[in-house]
């Protein structure tokens, strides 16, 4: 049984440019959950969604940064025109219901801001 | 809001020794859960233990067993026969339970296994 997927495991770019952070959950799981992890820091929750719903969005800052979770297709994290501080490590995770624990965590994406 | 402390940035130990790590949390909730995740240099999240809040015996998985205090809000990790394996940060997570979604992070403790 395939884990939580994330894709790309490392992501270049310049300032100014888009960045798209694709996770795909657990077979079965319909729930997702976005944290993003500061240089030495904890993890910190962005953001909750469910098949075609976002339900809890107050951890993603507001400009800038967009997610989703198609019917189809991995859930997608797209941070748009990026500046040095979105450097960090994106992990998501996702679970079969809500408030299931633990939740299954992917192996993140670590982004670089050049 | 929950807080998650975790007070010993980083910590060290001979191999084949006993560590223990310390998290404090603040809650005013009842029914909640309490983790432990690894963080290796390979940046994976790997659950170690949990602990169910309304649970009064400590969890234990092998080498890893917990010292929860509920009413001193307290969660700590025992490591047994430290392996070199063992070096990685170290988080405490707090979820408050009743379907709750976010997990609450501890920044960590840095783990050095020495030979």
């Known amino acids: 049984n395939a884990g939580v997927m994330q894709n790309p495991r490392h992501l270049v770019r310049r300032r100014g440019q888009e960045a798209r952070l694709r996770c795909s959950p657990v077979?079965?799981?319909?729930?997702v959950y976005w944290y993003r992890q500061l240089p030495e820091e904890g993890l910190k929750f962005m953001v909750y969604?469910?098949?075609?719903?976002?339900?809890?969005e107050s951890g993603m800052p507001k400009e800038r940064f967009s997610a989703e979770f198609p019917k189809e297709g991995p859930s997608i994290l797209r941070i748009q025109q990026v500046v040095r501080g979105d450097s960090a490590a994106y992990f998501c995770a996702s679970s079969l219901r809500q408030g299931d624990q633990p939740q299954h965590f992917g192996d993140g994406t670590r982004l670089s801001i050049l | 809001a929950q807080t998650v402390t975790q007070s010993q940035p980083e910590m060290s130990v001979q191999e084949a020794e006993t560590v223990t790590l310390s998290c404090t949390y603040d809650?005013?909730?009842?029914?909640?859960?309490l983790f432990w995740y690894k963080q290796p240099p390979s940046r994976q999240m790997i659950l170690v233990i949990r602990?169910?809040?309304?649970?009064?015996q400590n969890a234990t998985e092998n080498r890893f067993s917990v010292n929860f205090q509920k009413a001193a809000k307290s969660f700590s990790l025992k490591i047994s026969d430290s392996q070199l394996g063992d070096t990685a940060m170290y988080f405490c997570?707090?979820?408050?339970?009743?379907?709750?979604?976010?997990?609450?992070f501890g920044k960590g403790t840095k783990l050095s296994v020495i030979p």
């Open positions: 077979k079965g799981h319909s729930h």
């Open positions: 997570a707090f979820d408050s339970g009743a379907g709750s979604y976010q997990l609450t």
């Open positions: 602990q169910e809040a309304y649970k009064q």
């Open positions: 969604l469910q098949k075609e719903n976002i339900i809890d």
């Open positions: 809650t005013s909730e009842s029914n909640y859960y």
